[in-house]
């Protein structure tokens, strides 16, 4: 399934149309008759800005803008995306398939966030549904504008299928996505999309003892993996790398430190969100031909506690040769992690970002809103991730990430212990993943809005595809 954004040179009549307006617009100039021109100004009066015209072959929308000027930019381009989240309802719900979108010079980045919102809005994952007479009717927005808006399409047109494509990743169950799978499926999309792609099996990964992988793998039927993309185009403005990491756990049991169900574990397939973001992203910005040199890695297995699975009590010798005492085999996140940030020593990173659903603690802190980060990345990087963070309202709330946290995670027994204590337990998975670097790094904790229960505007429910939007917009900031 896929919504597609298109650039419409000439003016359009009888297709549903959205008109952005001010107060001062004179509507009659939009084609508007008496009659709706006597019940837009009716609505006005009431105070409403958002106003839907039936005219039974058609849905007509107009958006008063004047009540967004308080806003700042960030918060304006939200509320386009809502308006048209809005509008896909209302389209669906009267089984449209297309929709123009005006626009007349001065408002080019709106009128492509209604898009956004719009095409997110519309995201539906039907795969195991027998009925689907009601599903979504629409399937085209055009956006009606300038020939040299071009590449701004098609560039939205990527990045809402890299969000898609994340989504529906997340979404499916783990009786389909096994570590095997997820990275079967990463290595078909990197073919197409001018990434070289490569996947390194159990054997790979035992002759590089990635203990922590191999670790949270024991209790497992199935293999893991370990998925390495590059992209490497000829004209990229750095020489050593962007390197992104993935937590890629297919699915989360807590291994024999049990989640209980049904409350923590029923959502639990989300727990590759960070792997599906840095796979969908780094796609995404090969196929925009960005000029920027960026590496994924994906370290992805099950969490389960089959026989042989490891144990609260046990230490693990990681990738790079420090000892872990495992206290909580839930706290497993970390142990692939930390195997793929040392790994990622090799490439000699200019900066490396990881997303993870990693802690319930993150989640609980700030709920859905936003993504917990961290990290010792410089000032003016981390103000740049906030800044792309807050324009594609993906926004960041930076931790404190202080040592006396990395205190929380001494072991008497080995190096370290995967758990802190009871507080900070957001900040302590960080500090356990800061020991395995030694290059500019961020850690984003997505456990929060990485899948919604209930939904919320655009984001819909499920999977939300968090993190690819901010990565692709991160990357074009670095390239500018
Ligand atoms: N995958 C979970 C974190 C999570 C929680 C993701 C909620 C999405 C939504 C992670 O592996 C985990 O279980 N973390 C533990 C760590 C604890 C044992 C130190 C947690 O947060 O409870
Ligand atoms: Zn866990
Ligand atoms: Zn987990």
Not at 75 to 98: D, F, I, P, S, W
Not at 206 to 218: F, I, Q, R, S, T
Not at 261 to 276: L, R
Not at 385 to 411: M, Q, T
């Amino acid at each position: 399934m896929q919504t597609t954004i298109q650039l419409q040179n000439k003016a359009l009549s009888g297709k549903s149309t959205l008109y952005l307006c001010t107060k001062k617009d004179k509507l009659a100039s939009l084609g508007f008759d008496k009659n709706e021109e006597a019940y837009i100004q009716k609505k006005l009066k009431a105070d409403e800005h958002y106003i839907l015209i039936n005219r039974l072959s058609s849905l007509i929308f107009i958006q008063f803008t004047d009540d967004f000027t308080k806003k700042t930019s960030a918060e304006k381009l939200e509320a386009y995306r809502v308006l048209g989240q809005k509008m896909c309802v209302a389209l669906n719900t009267h089984r449209y398939k297309e929709v123009v979108l005006n626009t007349d010079k001065n408002n080019n980045e709106q009128i492509l966030a209604v898009a956004e919102g719009c095409a997110l809005a519309n995201y539906e994952f039907l795969k195991y549904k027998s009925d689907t007479k009601k599903k979504h009717t629409l399937e085209n927005i055009l956006v009606h504008t300038e020939k040299e808006n071009t590449q701004k399409i098609e560039e939205l047109q990527i990045v809402i299928d890299a969000v898609y494509t994340a989504r529906t990743w997340v979404n499916e169950p783990q009786s389909y996505l096994t570590a095997v799978s997820f990275s079967k499926e990463i290595k078909a999309l990197a073919g197409s999309s001018n990434v070289k792609a490569e996947v390194l099996a159990k054997k790979q990964i035992e002759a590089l003892k990635m203990g922590g992988l191999l670790a949270v793998n024991l209790g497992s039927k199935t293999p893991p993996t370990f998925t390495i993309l590059e992209y490497k185009p000829k004209n990229a403005k750095n020489k050593q790398p962007l390197v992104l990491v993935g937590k890629g756990v297919v699915y989360d049991t807590g291994g024999l430190s049990l989640k209980p169900t049904p409350n923590s574990m029923d959502t639990m397939k989300c727990d590759m969100a960070g792997g599906a973001a840095v796979a969908a992203a780094i796609c995404a910005i090969a196929k925009a031909n960005l000029p920027y040199y960026v590496v994924a890695l994906i370290p992805a297995t099950d969490n389960r506690p089959g026989e042989n699975a490891y144990t609260p009590g046990d230490v693990v010798t990681m990738f790079d040769g420090q000892t872990v005492e495992v206290l909580n085999t839930d706290a497993e996140g970390r142990m692939l992690l930390a195997d793929a940030l040392a790994y990622a020593k090799k490439y000699k990173p200019e900066l490396v970002l990881d997303f993870a659903t990693l802690t319930g603690a993150a989640a609980a802190a700030i709920g859905s809103y936003g993504t917990v980060c961290m990290g010792t990345a410089s000032e003016k990087t981390k103000n740049q991730l906030k800044d792309c963070g807050n324009h594609v309202h993906e926004r960041l709330v930076e931790f404190p990430f202080w040592d006396d946290y990395a205190k929380l995670i001494k072991s008497d027994l080995a190096d370290m212990k995967n758990i802190g204590g009871p507080v900070g337990g957001a900040i302590t998975a960080g500090k356990f993943l800061e020991k395995y670097v030694d290059y500019p790094w961020m850690h984003f904790d997505i456990a929060g809005p990485a899948y919604l229960t209930t939904a919320d505007s655009y984001r819909g429910k499920q999977g939300t595809g968090v993190g690819v939007r901010l990565l692709f917009n991160f990357v074009k900031s670095l390239c500018n």
